[in-house]
């Protein structure tokens, strides 16, 4: 959100939608490996409801073996990974060159990025909230700061919001293995060298990670697709889209608090099996997940121009972006089951039916509407689309769940 306020504010539009396409990348990137966060955090909760300390720590391993592996992957790839994406996704050559500058700086933050993901699934696994709390809050002081500086002191424009993400995700790594050795020292030595170990329960990990993984991929299709679309429609509806995406994106970062004690608490008592508090857990979050969908339809309501107005002062921007407002305050209320129910979820390892609701509200209910009313309401379809394919998540996930705690 601050890179988007930082770019609105320089004097082109094209960095705004440079800035949201060099972002779609890296939505591919890390939301790819998103997989390892939920995967981890519902094993390792499970673990941790068992008393399993053997297991607690192979989790771990297992996690950041696999992230070590992909961020270097990704580092080596660089250069072919920047010219097919910028190749697939639409948008001005001016976007694109502003895009790349920004990409091959971004790029250098993976290692950091993505060992994080795993360290944030199992700390919440071990039920402790304030340690990813204390990180996540690190992580965006100091990308905050050092973007403000790289971007308004030194002019480094794109790859100034992109330098301070990387500065951000590494002062994260750090704090994080510090605090690991505060509280966990005595799991260093459950870690292993031997492949046995290893290899045992990795079957249930990656079953779990596999179908995450695909959920998550067709995520990524979705946003990707409505960034890359609006770069297709013009750079003007690609910045007013990228300002509009961060109100989905800030009820996010609330509801997903919820989430995240939602696959903690959900996966230690699915863990002990404990059904009572399963199932009490279950109807509190959706209680403070509606509660909180009702004050943000209402203050997009009321403040929805306000909200602009902070992301940018492009005019072109401010007088359009208007006509698209009514789509956002839709998106709490549409929205929040899917954010609440993905937690429950991933505590209970239902990830077949998590994978399951995401292709079928991708396929049926994003695509298929934006190609048949695309021609008839233009920049409309793909916002009505987005609400249909979170809504649809809500409802499936609602149906879905009765079903699967029946085995439990």
């Not at 997989?35 to 391993?61: C, K, P, Y």
């Not at 690991?180 to 170990?197: D, E, G, M, N, Q």
Request: net charge positive.
């Amino acid at each position: 959100m601050v890179d988007m306020y930082l770019m609105g504010h320089q004097d082109s539009v094209h960095f705004m939608g440079a800035v949201a396409l060099g972002g779609v990348i890296f939505n591919f990137v890390y939301w790819g490996f998103a997989f390892l966060r939920m995967s981890i955090s519902g094993v390792a909760a499970q673990t941790f409801g068992r008393n399993d300390q053997s297991e607690m720590a192979l989790v771990l391993e297992r996690g950041l073996l696999i992230s070590v592996t992909g961020s270097l992957l990704l580092l080596l790839l660089q250069v072919p990974l920047a010219h097919f994406s910028f190749w697939l996704l639409e948008g001005s050559a001016e976007v694109k060159a502003i895009a790349q500058d920004y990409f091959f700086v971004r790029i250098w933050a993976a290692p950091a990025a993505i060992s994080l993901m795993v360290m944030y699934g199992w700390f919440l696994g071990m039920q402790n909230a304030l340690y990813p709390m204390a990180i996540a809050i690190t992580v965006n002081l100091v990308n905050i700061l050092t973007s403000f500086i790289f971007v308004q002191h030194f002019n480094m424009q794109a790859q100034g919001v992109a330098l301070g993400s990387v500065c951000g995700q590494y002062a994260g790594l750090l704090l994080a293995i510090l605090l690991f050795f505060r509280k966990y020292r005595w799991i260093v030595p459950h870690f292993t060298l031997k492949i046995a170990p290893l290899l045992s329960h990795l079957r249930h990990f990656l079953d779990v990670s596999g179908n995450i993984f695909i959920r998550t991929l067709f995520i990524i299709f979705v946003f990707t697709f409505f960034t890359s679309r609006s770069a297709g429609i013009g750079d003007v509806t690609l910045a007013i889209n990228s300002v509009l995406l961060q109100y989905l994106f800030l009820f996010s970062y609330f509801l997903d608090g919820f989430a995240y004690a939602g696959e903690a608490l959900v996966g230690k008592f699915f863990g002990a099996s404990d059904r009572k508090n399963l199932n009490k857990t279950v109807r509190l979050l959706l209680k403070w997940g509606f509660g909180f969908a009702v004050l943000f339809t209402l203050g997009y309501a009321l403040m929805g121009d306000t909200l602009l107005q902070l992301f940018t002062e492009q005019e072109i921007v401010l007088d359009k972006g208007s006509n698209y407002l009514f789509w956002v305050i839709l998106i709490p209320l549409a929205s929040f089951g899917s954010f609440i129910w993905d937690g429950v979820f991933i505590g209970i390892t239902a990830s077949k039916a998590m994978r399951n609701s995401v292709v079928l509200a991708a396929v049926f209910f994003f695509f298929l509407p934006f190609y048949l009313l695309h021609p008839y309401m233009g920049n409309h379809a793909i916002w009505l689309s987005m609400v249909l394919f979170m809504g649809s998540r809500s409802l499936a996930l609602t149906l879905m769940y009765p079903r699967i705690t029946k085995k439990f």
